[in-house]
């Protein structure tokens, strides 16, 4: 029953089934939320059978109950910030995320970004 759970809270539960789009956790006998893939990890998942596997007891973050349907929505990511679950620790926690991280994918794109400004630029002193 989706009532006995709290947004923001975060609880054990046994993974029940694996699809593309997520994870299905058990939470009790009655209640099943779904994890979805952009919720296991930060960072691409390819195959979420890489980081879980049914029978698996983890802890998720309630992320949104619908009040209408009782479908609730958790993260396996979000479970793991330690200083709890608001935008400004989540926005710290990626910070920290981003300084690990090797300079390159966006990092490059915003090099060469700049580049190609320079050269529209240069183009349109050039035509006026």
């Known amino acids: 029953m989706a009532q006995n759970y709290n ?34 990890i930060n960072g691409y998942v390819r195959d979420i059978r890489d980081y879980i596997s049914v029978g698996q007891l983890v802890n998720v973050r309630v992320l949104s109950i619908d009040e209408m349907t009782g479908k609730i929505s958790l993260s396996l990511k979000g479970a793991s910030i330690d200083q709890g679950f608001n935008g400004e620790e989540n926005l710290k926690h990626a910070a920290r995320l981003l300084r690990e991280l090797k300079p390159d994918g966006f990092s490059t794109l915003h090099k060469k970004l700049n580049e190609w400004l320079r050269v529209e630029m240069k183009k349109e002193n050039m035509t006026n």
Request: proline share 0%.
């Open 7 to 40: 947004i923001g809270k975060v609880y054990t539960g046994k993974v029940t089934g694996i699809q593309t789009y997520g994870a299905f956790i058990s939470l009790d006998h009655q209640t099943q939320g779904l994890v979805h893939i952009s919720e296991i």
